[in-house]
Structure formats: C-alpha cells, structure tokens
C-alpha cells in the first residue's frame, strides 16, 4: 500500500563568503525540492559550490542577513519553507523526521522547531547555550517572516510549532577568530538601526550587560561542565555584549556632537 505522499519543500539558505561550509549544508538538504541560496556577493566560489546541486538556486542580493531569508521567502514555490544558514546541516534523523511530518502535517500547525545542537571548535556543547532548546525551522510558506530589526530574531509567526525528537547541527564557531569576526559584523549591524536612548548607555550598565551572559550561561546554565570551550562560549557571549555596548555609546557620543 502506498503512503501519503510527502509535501514539497524549499529551503533558504543566506550566504557570505561560505563557500568552505556550504557544501556539507547543500549535502543535508539535497532532499529537498529547492534550495535557494540568497548570496550577498560572495568571493569564493560559492557559485561553483551550489553548481553542483541540480535543485539549487543562488540570487544575488546585498541585505541585512533576515532581509535576504524573507526574501526567499518570497521566491518558494513550495508548500513548505525551511531556513537554515550554510554553517548548520539537517541530520539523517531529523531528515526523516521532518520528511514524515511532511507526509501528514498535524492540521492547524504552522510548522516545526528543531533541536538546535551548538558546536563549538568541534566540541558539541551540552551544557550552558548547549542546553536542549528548539529553534523554529519548517513552516507553512507564507505563514512566517522576520521584522529585520536585529541580528538574532526569531520568526514572527501565529499558531502552534511541533518540537522535533531530533536535532540539527549547528558549527557556530570553528574557531576564537569566528566569534570575534561574528561579534564585530552583528554588532556594527545592530547598532546602526538601533533606536537611541535620550541618555548616554551608562558604565553601570556596560557591567550588567557584560555579566547577565556569563552568569546565565555558564554558572546558572553549567556550562563550566563543558570544560575551557564552555568558559570560552560564556565569555565570549559577554564580549559580544560589552562590544555592542560599546558602539551604542560611541554611536550616541558621535549623534550628540552633530
């Protein structure tokens, strides 16, 4: 007897210079009905990589990063999106996950959140941000988007999301030079569309900012469990804050003088 026949699906893939991690992201995908790589004018060869992959795509476009997802958003044909940035692979187990899910998709439910699981210098954390949490991945074509107001938003979507048994890999961080790269080109991104306070971001401040990360990730969350790569995640996350901080003051300085 034959099954339900699976839904079709697009996946959305935002580029920059990737070229080096794209190739095992097409892999995880190549499932999938169509692949569109959104590429903000990439210099390696990452034409030459998405050649390679008869179901894939590439539109040149320059944008803020969730900017060029709603864009292919836009251009999907099929019944069902996923998003999914070059440095993250679907694995074999949440493939077939989400391919039966396709099959007979729950009635009402906008789509699925998957099991983000953060690599970091080829270490799997379990502990800190490596703790289990769920990501919204795959969902009904035009029934989500981003408001593009900062670098590290999450969909805007109505209804119910079904949470995924299974996980999808995420290599955030290859490298230290990876999250000092990533720290310096989100945070001059979000601090040019900030909206400024009527008062300078004070030092106080700069502390609470700086510390809450550390805390949370690796004291309240135990990321001291996954060793100097949890140390360095928490830190770095508390960097990350102190460099936003940073550019907002010195923003609000510059916008004081004119």
Known sequence: ?????????????????????????????????????????????????????????????????FGNMNFGFELARSDWVMRLDSDERITPGLRREMEDFLRQPPPGVTGMAAWERLVVLGRELQWGRGRRHHRKLLFRRGSARYAVRSEHEDLQAEGPWVESQHGYIHENYATVGDYLRKTDYYTSRDVARADLPASAPSVRQAFVDVARPFYMHYIRRRGYRDGWVGLLDAGMMSVYQFVLWARLRERWEGERKR
Do not use: F
């Open 1 to 65: 007897m034959i099954g339900p026949v699976r839904q079709s699906v697009t996946v959305v893939i935002p580029t920059k210079d990737a070229a080096h991690l794209l190739g095992d992201c097409l892999d995880s995908v190549a499932w999938a009905d169509e692949i569109l790589v959104i590429d903000m004018h990439s210099t390696d060869g990452t034409d030459a990589v998405c050649a390679k992959y008869p179901n894939c795509t590439v539109r040149t476009r320059e944008d803020y990063i």
